[in-house]
């Protein structure tokens, strides 16, 4: 094996927010800041998603179940994810980085590389653009940051995670090998526990013992490909370029019949072929939905399409099956039926998550894509639909206590915007009436039945209102 040709310059940065979620609780949440905040599922199988760096220090970290996050860490605040408002925030953070170049491949909703090849660093060297990068994000994101430079991916990467919290790390190619040796393995990407135990049994503990093995050893021990990787990891030989990205806009399929259908029940019967087909696609580019469009095209050529939006992007297959079902309920079946299709759209990646938050029953469920199309209604697909449900809550309109969950927000006529903390058993709300513009706000208990509390939208980075997401999907734009 030979070295690949690397970049002269530590030119690759990688960005990453830190403690995301919980740090735009905290912009959000004045009377938040400094204080333990955890966010992710509240049911009784919910996971932290994000923990806050106060939190992190009583031992919380994220993927921990709920329940023992709150045992670690009883002062924390709970409160739900609200992807509106972290879309929001991401959005400005790939904005930094956009400014300087084309080049950025993001790899979830907070982190992202960027070529910077391009760019001219001034009298303070690399290590000035990545403080400029950094400030910029944050004072685009108004969230803290982090960011991490090198010649690859790999070391960028490494460097950002030095770099946490709030900080820059630059690694320039002569101190590469300083900066990598003494890491322990565990920190390499792809090196799980079971491959770190099996280092382990050979003596293998840093990456300066890595390096130290011959390669038919590390095959021997890890596989072809896993060894071959950590042979060229060890050694920094990483020359993967940042792949300029565009988000897709949707993921979907259409299925022509030989013959036309005719009545309800023969479309309803084609519909999951289709649907799981549409879901494979989606599932190839790691994404979740929020529209699920169902496109029906009669024999006489007229197409009519009906789209149904669900709360939160899901990639949970029985929950975009059962959208899809709905979505053609709303389909007036006039005439014989030509093409039947089904598109999933608001794509993003980072709604996976929404299904780990549910706990660990409902991941497993949907990670499994296998199996007969049109599998709704199965008892497994029904338990995972329970699981979802503490997620999938009603965001808008009139609040009712049963909608109530910790960190939503809300509207008051006199008391303005503020943000659900919790719910007593005689059906009063807690709410904290603050916004990032008001400083650390009054808590007052509510009875919604009387009082007129309003479920509402995130505000975003820059306190204004945000476009409600259901209303601007156009089911008729998306192409097929
Ligand atoms: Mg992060």
Same mark, same amino acid.
């Given at each position: 094996?030979?070295?690949?040709?690397?970049?002269?310059?530590?030119?690759?940065?990688?960005?990453?927010?830190?403690?995301?979620?919980?740090?735009?609780?905290?912009?959000?949440?004045? !009377?938040? &800041?400094?204080?333990?905040?955890?966010?992710?599922?509240?049911?009784? &199988?919910?996971?932290?998603?994000?923990?806050?760096?106060?939190? &992190?220090?009583?031992?919380?970290? !994220?993927?921990? !179940?709920?329940?023992?996050? &709150?045992?670690?860490?009883?002062?924390?605040?709970? /409160?739900?994810?609200?992807?509106?408002?972290?879309?929001?925030?991401?959005?400005?953070?790939?904005?930094?980085?956009? *400014?300087?170049?084309?080049?950025?491949?993001?790899?979830?909703?907070? #982190?992202?590389?960027?070529?910077?090849?391009?760019?001219?660093?001034?009298?303070?060297?690399?290590?000035?653009?990545?403080?400029?990068?950094?400030?910029?994000?944050?004072?685009?994101?108004?969230?803290?940051?982090?960011?991490?430079?090198?010649?690859?991916? %790999?070391?960028?990467?490494?460097? !950002?995670?030095?770099?946490?919290?709030? =900080?820059?790390?630059?690694?320039?190619?002569?101190?590469?090998?300083?900066?990598?040796?003494?890491?322990?393995?565990?920190?390499?990407?792809?090196?799980?526990? /079971?491959?770190?135990?099996?280092?382990?049994?050979?003596?293998?503990?840093?990456?300066?013992?890595?390096?130290?093995?011959?390669?038919? @050893?590390?095959?021997?021990?890890?596989?072809?490909?896993?060894?071959?990787?950590?042979?060229?990891?060890?050694?920094?030989?990483?020359?993967?370029?940042?792949? #300029?990205?565009?988000?897709?806009?949707?993921?979907?399929?259409?299925?022509?019949?030989?013959?036309?259908?005719?009545?309800?029940?023969?479309?309803?019967?084609?519909?999951?072929?289709?649907? *799981?087909?549409?879901?494979?696609?989606?599932?190839?580019?790691?994404?979740?939905?929020?529209?699920? @469009?169902?496109?029906?095209?009669?024999?006489?050529?007229?197409?009519?399409?009906?789209?149904?939006?669900?709360?939160?992007?899901?990639?949970?297959?029985?929950?975009?099956?059962?959208?899809?079902?709905?979505?053609?309920?709303?389909? #007036? %079946?006039? *005439?014989?039926?030509?093409? %039947?299709?089904?598109?999933?759209?608001?794509?993003?990646?980072?709604?996976?998550?929404?299904?780990?938050?549910?706990?660990?029953? =409902?991941?497993?469920?949907?990670?499994?894509?296998? =199996?007969?199309?049109?599998?709704?209604?199965?008892?497994?697909?029904?338990?995972?639909?329970?699981?979802?449900?503490?997620?999938?809550?009603?965001?808008?309109?009139?609040?009712?206590?049963?909608?109530?969950?910790?960190? %939503?927000?809300?509207?008051?006529?006199?008391?303005?915007?503020?943000?659900?903390?919790?719910?007593?058993?005689?059906?009063?709300?807690?709410?904290?009436?603050?916004?990032?513009?008001?400083?650390?706000?009054?808590?007052?208990?509510?009875?919604?039945?009387?009082?007129?509390? #309003?479920?509402?939208?995130?505000?975003?980075?820059?306190?204004?209102?945000?476009?409600?997401?259901?209303?601007?999907?156009?089911?008729? =734009?998306?192409?097929?």
């Amino acid at each position: 094996m030979t070295a690949p040709r690397l970049r002269a310059e530590p030119s690759i940065a990688h960005l990453d927010a830190d403690a995301f979620f919980a740090s735009v609780e905290q912009a959000q949440r004045p !009377s938040l &800041r400094g204080r333990p905040v955890l966010v992710g599922g509240t049911g009784p &199988r919910g996971v932290v998603a994000a923990a806050s760096y106060e939190a &992190r220090t009583m031992g919380v970290r !994220s993927a921990m !179940s709920m329940a023992s996050a &709150r045992r670690a860490c009883p002062q924390a605040t709970v /409160v739900v994810p609200r992807f509106d408002a972290y879309s929001a925030f991401s959005a400005r953070i790939m904005a930094a980085l956009r *400014e300087r170049t084309d080049a950025v491949e993001p790899l979830s909703i907070d #982190e992202a590389f960027a070529d910077l090849g391009t760019v001219r660093p001034g009298p303070d060297g690399w290590p000035g653009v990545a403080r400029d990068l950094r400030e910029r994000a944050v004072d685009l994101a108004g969230v803290p940051v982090s960011v991490g430079m090198g010649r690859s991916k %790999l070391v960028a990467k490494l460097a !950002s995670a030095a770099a946490k919290p709030a =900080g820059v790390v630059v690694v320039a190619p002569d101190d590469e090998d300083a900066f990598l040796l003494p890491m322990p393995v565990r920190s390499l990407w792809g090196v799980g526990p /079971v491959s770190a135990e099996r280092l382990e049994k050979i003596g293998v503990r840093t990456v300066e013992d890595l390096r130290g093995q011959p390669l038919d @050893t590390l095959t021997m021990v890890l596989g072809e490909a896993a060894g071959s990787n950590l042979f060229r990891v060890a050694r920094g030989w990483d020359d993967r370029p940042v792949a #300029e990205t565009r988000e897709r806009k949707s993921a979907g399929a259409e299925h022509t019949f030989e013959r036309d259908l005719h009545g309800r029940a023969e479309v309803a019967a084609q519909l999951p072929a289709v649907a *799981e087909q549409a879901f494979a696609r989606l599932e190839r580019h790691g994404g979740a939905a929020r529209t699920v @469009t169902v496109k029906v095209r009669f024999a006489g050529f007229s197409t009519v399409t009906r789209a149904v939006s669900l709360p939160s992007p899901t990639a949970d297959r029985a929950a975009l099956h059962e959208a899809a079902a709905r979505a053609l309920d709303l389909v #007036e %079946l006039t *005439e014989p039926v030509r093409l %039947l299709g089904v598109a999933f759209s608001g794509l993003s990646e980072h709604a996976q998550l929404m299904l780990d938050l549910a706990g660990p029953a =409902g991941a497993a469920g949907a990670a499994g894509s296998a =199996g007969a199309a049109g599998a709704a209604g199965s008892p497994a697909d029904a338990d995972d639909a329970e699981a979802l449900r503490p997620v999938a809550r009603r965001r808008r309109g009139r609040l009712r206590v049963e909608d109530a969950a910790p960190g %939503l927000d809300v509207r008051h006529p006199t008391h303005g915007r503020g943000w659900v903390v919790n719910t007593r058993d005689d059906g009063r709300v807690a709410v904290r009436f603050e916004t990032a513009a008001t400083g650390p706000g009054r808590q007052i208990w509510l009875d919604p039945v009387t009082e007129e509390v #309003e479920l509402v939208g995130a505000l975003g980075p820059d306190g204004a209102e945000l476009p409600d997401a259901a209303a601007a999907d156009d089911p008729d =734009g998306e192409d097929t």
